[in-house]
């Protein structure tokens, strides 16, 4: 967040937003040459939308912000000074021209990590019911950082909202005690809830007749429907492609494949199936 501080917000924008997070107050002269470089650099480094601090721009052609600086006891601008809990943090304070690898350096404990990022788009894809956009996002949060439980948490949820119980039980297996928290709990009940709809009385006595009957396509075709409502979609996939390999105009049983791949979102399983069902039509 990028803010232009003046006499009238000045308490609100510095000393109260303090309180809950970081504040870097950047004092410049706009026609300084070395603000004039320095300026765009600092301002790309936090970013408009950058949560975790506010760069609170301070021009020292405003007469009533001037004494601040001396206050501060800047001998040189441009200048940033870290602003915590409405104090200055004196280790947070550096004058003068910089390089853009010494602001780098400044900013670094502030800048949004590209993890962070998606996380915190898939948990808007999720909140926004767009379950497949949100796993893709959290499959490329957990692939940057393998060892944050809590992307990987929330990767399971997304799972499980695809209906993929067997990728949501592996990965939440995966989970250490240490972070076994209370979004672990619900998600290990609703995955044992799953598990127990997955395996019903009705399911196991379908899969019964279809091992006693398994040139029944119109059977088998029924139990993959049943698998894929039960969370079971590889399964299905591979009673489908039974089905497909040997009659690919079967009754329903393309268009179920096909609707069972869409729900799956962009998933490796997916995209291993949608191979498998081209090879057979090309």
């Not at 995955?191 to 091992?211: C, H, K, M, T, W």
Request: net charge negative; with cysteine; glycine share 4%.
């Amino acid at each position: 967040m990028i803010v232009d501080i003046n006499p009238q917000n000045f308490h609100a924008e510095l000393i109260d937003a303090s309180m809950s997070k970081p504040i870097v107050l950047y004092f410049y002269v706009p026609q300084l040459p070395e603000c004039q470089v320095m300026t765009p650099q600092v301002e790309a480094l936090v970013g408009p939308a950058n949560a975790q601090v506010t760069l609170a721009k301070i021009d020292m052609n405003d007469p009533q912000l001037q004494p601040l600086a001396g206050q501060l006891g800047l001998r040189a601008l441009p200048a940033l000074v870290m602003f915590h809990q409405g104090r200055p943090d004196e280790q947070g304070m550096i004058e003068g021209p910089q390089d853009e690898a010494t602001l780098r350096d400044y900013f670094a404990a502030f800048i949004p990590k590209e993890e962070d990022e998606l996380l915190a788009r898939g948990k808007q894809a999720l909140i926004d019911e767009q379950p497949s956009l949100a796993y893709s996002d959290f499959v490329k949060a957990h692939q940057l950082a393998p060892s944050r439980h809590d992307i990987s948490l929330w990767l399971i949820q997304a799972a499980l909202d695809l209906n993929l119980l067997d990728e949501a039980k592996s990965y939440l297996d995966q989970i250490p005690m240490v972070a076994q928290d209370s979004h672990y709990q619900a998600l290990s009940a609703r995955i044992a809830l799953a598990l127990q709809a997955a395996d019903s009385p009705e399911l196991r006595a379908l899969e019964s007749r279809y091992a006693q009957h398994p040139h029944d396509f119109l059977l088998a075709q029924e139990l993959a429907v049943q698998y894929s409502q039960a969370g079971r979609q590889e399964e299905a996939l591979e009673v489908l492609l039974l089905i497909l390999k040997q009659d690919l105009a079967f009754g329903d049983a393309r268009k179920i494949y096909l609707d069972i791949l869409a729900t799956m979102g962009a998933v490796p399983a997916a995209q291993r199936y949608r191979g498998k069902l081209y090879s057979l039509l090309y």
